[in-house]
């Protein structure tokens, strides 16, 4: 979450479990793996040495380092049940399983149209 004081803006911003994962590949200590269960890019507190290559690493920024403990922390999903996606209340963060392809809203969304052009032919 990145708050921007300027604005009075809270933005939510996560790691996106990329496949090509440039975190886990680029840390050198073997800190972060997969969790075949949910897909999420686990950061082990115990084998992270605070090194920060994954950050460099991270095209997209959502890897953090946390001064307090010296080590690294990035979303590792709730083990499948995200609490930010819980809690949102506007459901502006959502979470969808990765094969999900949206058909089935497009479909949806498709079926309103025909209605709508239905009605007012």
Not at 32 to 57: H, N, R
Not at 61 to 90: H, R, W
Not at 93 to 110: C, H, P, Q, Y
Request: charged share 20%; hydrophobic share 40%; glycine share 6%.
């Amino acid at each position: 979450m990145f708050n921007f004081h300027d604005q009075g803006r809270f933005v939510p911003y996560t790691c996106t479990q990329c496949d090509e994962a440039w975190c886990l590949h680029a840390c050198p200590v073997d800190a972060i793996s997969l969790d075949a269960a949910t897909g999420a890019k686990i950061v082990s507190d115990a084998v992270c040495v605070g090194c920060k290559v994954c950050t460099i690493a991270c095209p997209f920024g959502t890897i953090n380092y946390n001064q307090s403990t010296g080590k690294v922390m990035k979303c590792d999903l709730c083990e499948g049940d995200p609490e930010c996606a819980k809690a949102c209340p506007t459901d502006a963060i959502t979470f969808v399983d990765a094969n999900w392809t949206g058909l089935e809203k497009m479909r949806s969304w498709a079926a309103k149209t025909d209605s709508a052009v239905q009605a007012g032919a």
